[in-house]
């Protein structure tokens, strides 16, 4: 059974960090893209950052450039979200997704994990 299990989520003051981690079990990951979504209360679930296999290509939502990290340890099976002057308005639950045939996280072969709430406050 694949699962995508996030960490890492909480309360931190505005200009915080935060870490957030995804351990994917059940298969390899091989060829994947790993990438995180946040959905925030009352809004649809957007694109945050994604990394290919090879660490090669890396994208970000506008919104985080400059301020969030992605990365990711093959070896572990693990992506990382490394969160920098954290805003009021990153408060979101944030969810890890694996996408096996590119990066636009799109169709039923997605794996997506449960989510871990960030909240910021001013």
């Known amino acids: 059974q694949v699962q995508l299990v996030e960490s890492g989520g909480g309360l931190v003051q505005a200009g915080g960090s935060l870490r957030l981690s995804c351990v994917a079990s059940g298969r390899t990951f091989s060829g994947y893209t790993m990438g995180w979504f946040r959905q925030a209360p009352g809004k649809e679930r957007v694109f945050v950052a994604a990394r290919g296999w090879s660490g090669g290509s890396t994208y970000y939502a506008d919104s985080v450039k400059g301020r969030f990290t992605i990365s990711r340890d093959n070896a572990k099976n693990t992506v990382y979200l490394q969160m920098n002057s954290l805003k009021p308005e990153d408060t979101a639950v944030y969810y890890c997704?694996?996408?096996?045939?590119?990066?636009?996280?799109?169709?039923?072969?997605?794996?997506w994990g449960q989510g871990t709430q960030v909240t910021i406050s001013s």
């Open positions: 997704a694996a996408d096996p045939l590119g990066s636009s996280f799109l169709g039923s072969s997605v794996y």
